[in-house]
């Protein structure tokens, strides 16, 4: 019976896809989203993010602003198929919330505007997918907008993202007057009329029949190109059937060597019914993905989606609601039934799983089991934050987590009623639990409590969660960026000698060290230190190099310009002595500290500022101002284009002067005029800068 059962879970794996939705903003995301579920037969009712009837954007800010904030997981079914399908944000300022999504995922479709293009954050979003390794299709939206091109939107991705791309279809009516597409694979057109959720079936356009031919005759050559099996068809008949083409696309959206490219318009819901046939052809499920990897102390195992492998999940999202704490899943291996008691790896704390629950937004529906493969959301356990492994007791292991970004922005907030301190604080705790990508601390010199975030926006809505979801009316200061400080030269041959001696053991350790900027060119540069040690003869045992490094990443903490923490430095330890009773590993540590607060405080400094490229559009007779405005804000402009009667002005903007640009841009453009930002690192602060 049971492995019955186990031979049934493991081939419903086949007909699951887990997959998220990546965008720009305003790109049609969360349009597309409610169009599947539509389609699909989830939802009886169309929602409209300008009406505020979207499922995914349930909280009442995304309802307010427009834009989704916040990640969202729905399931539904297609031809057989579950797909849990995620909703990510567009804005820049909850990107954390992408990378927690994509780490769980298996695939993605990546929503482009056809008038736009590759927009800098649908350019961002690629990339963290790319490093997730996660199979994509393109689907190119809003095809009925004036000024849609789908061959530019196609050009832009294969100049912006560097990929292949694989034109499926064939847009049917230009604009205003698009009204359906060709499959290029089966040589079918496929017609919505007005006012139809369905399309009706039937032969190529007579005036479409050539083009749609020349179109298929490219794809075939471009994936024989890039496919051994494939190629080797073309080479024997000079095309390739429509079953070889099927497989060969499926093959290279699944390797990462070329992107799948559907088109239509999800408000008018023309195009979704194919975009879902292509997900369940092309993007993989659980059975397809390699084996997750993770640690049991210092060795490394992988488990594979087996319903009947040990338990392991990994939690990437923790949502306070009012039935209780949600803790949302990725279940990797094993099976896991409501009532069971769970191990959180990291924490090493035992967890009981009270309810399981299969998402639909901000509605829930009860089940008994999760396994292998399925993305819940479960009530019970009480500690677990995102990142954390939950597995079977006797099994542990740790799943690597997602990573976090550093915060780059800070505001000073306080209760406006002294009584409400504690509150405060309790809710503030509250948000970074769910949201690890927001840092709450105390400035020791002012005493104040200081929230940190990825943007203006995302503290902005941090606080308003706080007044409408804890009743709690607060103060919030102006934006403080993070700085960073680096060396621009440093020094050689720095000497410190720690000696302490007070009665009992005493403490000796004696360093030099260099110090010097941390090039790019060092392969090092994405770990912001570098330690090395020249020291020969063992001067320095080993337990004790590693007792310097600690030290000096101590001292990396802050800085000798005004306190905020150091970047791109390069340390070697090149001599040192011992004593061979006082010398200890914290007396090498302390050394390590001290010597290199000395060397930073004698090396050329130089404080960084976090920069941003900012994407402005604005209507042709406010280019000027706008230009002024950015050049006022110490903005570097590096390129314009023209579109469709107004400018696209790409610039490098310190973040610390964009703040309340929003509504200077709106008085500048009669309200016309629209921004986006993209993180692009630190950049060195003039001098005026205060420190």
């Avoid at 032969?203 to 890039?226: C, F, M």
């Avoid at 403080?480 to 000497?495: F, K, N």
């Avoid at 050049?631 to 310190?654: E, L, N, Y």
Wanted: net charge negative.
């Amino acid at each position: 019976m049971r492995t019955e059962l186990h031979r049934q879970l493991t081939s419903a794996l086949t007909d699951v896809r887990n997959l998220g939705i990546l965008a720009h903003v305003d790109a049609g995301k969360t349009t597309v989203t409610e169009r599947i579920l539509y389609a699909t037969g989830t939802t009886h009712k169309r929602g409209e993010v300008h009406d505020g009837t979207t499922i995914t954007d349930f909280d009442s800010q995304e309802r307010d602003r427009g834009i989704t904030i916040f990640a969202a997981a729905v399931s539904c079914t297609w031809a057989g198929h579950r797909i849990n399908l995620i909703d990510t944000p567009g804005h820049v300022d909850f990107a954390d919330e992408v990378e927690r999504s994509l780490r769980v995922l298996d695939g993605a479709i990546a929503v482009f505007d056809a008038v736009a293009g590759v927009e800098p954050q649908s350019e961002s979003v690629w990339r963290q997918a790319d490093r997730h390794a996660v199979p994509r299709i393109a689907f190119v939206n809003k095809l009925d907008r004036a000024g849609a091109d789908l061959d530019a939107a196609v050009a832009s991705i294969r100049e912006r993202l560097h990929k292949v791309p694989l034109v499926v279809q064939l847009p049917i009516g230009r604009e205003e007057r698009f009204r359906g597409v060709v499959d290029l694979l089966r040589m079918r057109a496929l017609v919505w009329a007005d006012g139809s959720d369905t399309y009706e079936e039937g032969e190529v356009p007579e005036e479409l029949r050539e083009e749609a031919q020349h179109r298929r005759r490219l794809l075939e050559e471009t994936v024989a190109e890039l496919h051994p099996a494939a190629l080797e068809e073309f080479c024997a008949r000079s095309e390739l059937s429509g079953r070889t083409l099927a497989g060969a696309l499926r093959d290279l959206t699944r390797t990462g060597e070329g992107v799948v490219v559907l088109c239509g318009s999800a408000y008018r819901n023309r195009g979704v019914e194919p975009l879902l046939e292509a997900v369940v052809a092309y993007l993989p499920s659980p059975l397809d993905v390699p084996p997750v990897r993770g640690s049991l102390g210092d060795a490394v195992q992988e488990r594979a989606a087996d319903p009947s492998a040990p338990f392991a999940a990994l939690a990437f999202k923790v949502n306070a609601t009012a039935t209780g704490r949600l803790t949302y899943l990725r279940v990797y291996s094993g099976t896991v039934r409501k009532g069971e008691t769970v191990l959180d790896a990291g924490a090493r704390r035992s967890e009981r799983i009270g309810r399981i629950l299969r998402v639909q937004a901000d509605r829930h529906v009860d089940v008994d089991m999760a396994v292998a493969g399925d993305i819940v959301a479960v009530i019970g356990p009480k500690t677990a934050r995102a990142g954390a492994t939950l597995c079977a007791p006797d099994a542990p292991l740790v799943l690597e987590p997602p990573t976090v970004a550093d915060p780059v922005v800070s505001v000073a907030v306080e209760a406006c009623r002294s009584t409400d301190t504690e509150r405060l604080m309790a809710a503030l705790v509250g948000l970074v639990e769910e949201d690890p990508s927001l840092a709450v601390r105390t400035d020791s010199e002012t005493g104040q409590t200081v929230l940190s975030g990825m943007g203006e926006l995302h503290l902005e809505v941090a606080a308003e969660k706080i007044r409408r979801a804890h009743g709690l009316d607060v103060r919030v200061g102006r934006p403080q960026v993070a700085y960073r400080e680096t060396v621009a030269r440093g020094v050689s041959g720095l000497v410190y000698r720690h000696v302490k001696q007070d009665g009992g053991a005493g403490q000796f350790a004696h360093v030099v060290i260099d110090v010097a900027p941390l090039e790019a060119t060092d392969g090092e540069a994405s770990e912001d230190f570098a330690f090395r040690s020249a020291v020969v003869g063992g001067r320095v045992p080993q337990e004790y190099v590693r007792a310097v490094e600690a030290g000096c990443r101590d001292a990396l903490l802050e800085g000798p310009l005004g306190g905020h923490p150091v970047t791109g430095v390069r340390v070697t330890l090149t001599d040192g002595a011992t004593h061979p009773k006082d010398s200890s590993e914290m007396a090498f540590r302390t050394a390590g500290r001290f010597a290199l607060r000395e060397a930073l405080r004698s090396s050329a400094m130089v404080l960084l500022e976090p920069v941003v490229e900012v994407t402005v559009t604005a209507p042709d007779e406010a280019v000027g101002g706008v230009l002024g405005d950015l050049a006022a804000r110490r903005g570097r402009v590096s390129g314009s284009t023209a579109r469709a009667g107004a400018a696209v002005i790409t610039a490098t903007v310190p973040l610390a002067e964009l703040f309340g640009y929003a509504t200077r841009l709106r008085s500048r453009t009669q309200g016309r005029g629209t921004f986006t930002t993209r993180a692009t690192g630190y950049a060195p602060a003039p001098a005026s800068v205060s420190r």
